[in-house]
């Protein structure tokens, strides 16, 4: 039987806030994290980091990553899976998961565990209730540099990696023709699913790194029925530029990443 850890407040959206320009805090001094804050606001995400090198007393293991991923991705999304593997005491609050290129070091920084963890084979679990700001069919569109997969009420609606983890066991593209070129990798457009204006549903984003050393994560939102604007680049054709999924509004300049995408869509609604 899947034991799924249950969406309690600690795991729901809390506050509302921007994250780009917002400190996440280390031991002795505030660090801007485009992986979250942790100071706990209103509207966000909940973000939680685990060590796949460790076990929560500090004990080397063998990571296994990809297989691990795989593992917990095809569980159904059971944290059990990844329950012997060291885990932030502390979470991070997020609107959005955007993070442009930047050492992969970042990540074990933003949960204050810059001394404790190497950036290398680690995982970032997203969480929330949320629902969207009108009734529709979406999908998400996204990728991660390395891996990044998409769960709505425990079912994977995406997958879309990068390099050696870019296929996966578990989950197949619906449409692989459609899959949108960005830079030096492909963003996959992930599985339909309705939703209602109102009513949540729980969302799971994870976000991860093998090698320890750039990393970069986007992840946008489509809803059916929407024409979007083409952006035709000379060296990738052209590409649907599409909007963030955010849970709070938030500008940001997209002029510099490798993906097109715009912050200027419908914001998402975050339930406590």
């Known amino acids: ?7 309690l407040a600690a795991a729901l959206c809390v506050g509302a806030m921007s994250f780009q320009a917002t400190p996440a805090h280390s031991a002795d001094n505030e ?67 955007y993070v442009p290129y930047m050492g992969a070091g970042a990540a074990p920084r933003a949960f204050s565990l810059q001394d404790v963890v190497r950036p290398t084979q680690w995982l970032v679990i997203y969480k929330g209730q949320v629902s969207p700001p009108e009734d529709g069919t979406y999908r998400f569109v996204g990728v991660a540099d390395d891996i990044m997969a998409v769960a709505v009420n425990g079912k994977t609606v995406l997958v879309s990696n990068f390099g050696s983890g870019e296929e996966s066991p578990t989950w197949k593209p619906p449409e692989p023709k459609s899959a949108i070129p960005g830079g030096p990798f492909t963003m996959q457009r992930g599985d339909w699913f309705n939703a209602r204006k109102g009513e949540p549903i729980d969302l799971e984003v994870l976000i991860g790194e093998f090698p320890g050393n750039l990393f970069g994560a986007w992840l946008m939102i489509e809803k059916q029925g929407v024409d979007y604007p083409v952006k035709d680049d000379p060296n990738y054709g ?35």
């Not at 039987?1 to 969406?7: A, S, T």
């Not at 100071?39 to 090198?53: H, M, V």
């Open 1 to 7: 039987m899947i034991v799924r850890l249950p969406f």
């Open 31 to 97: 660090i801007p994290s485009a992986f979250g804050s942790v100071s706990n606001p209103g509207s966000a995400l909940i973000g939680i980091f685990y060590d796949l090198k460790q076990t929560q007393k500090r004990e080397a293991v063998d990571p296994k990553f990809l297989e691990t991923y795989h593992s917990f991705i095809g569980s159904g999304w059971d944290e059990n899976v990844l329950s012997r593997f060291f885990r932030a005491t502390r979470p991070v609050y997020t609107t959005q998961i």
């Open 238 to 272: 052209k590409r649907a530029v599409l909007p963030l999924f955010q849970v709070a509004p938030q500008t940001v300049d997209s002029s510099t990443q490798p993906v097109p995408f715009s912050s200027d869509g419908p914001v998402w609604t975050c339930h406590q």
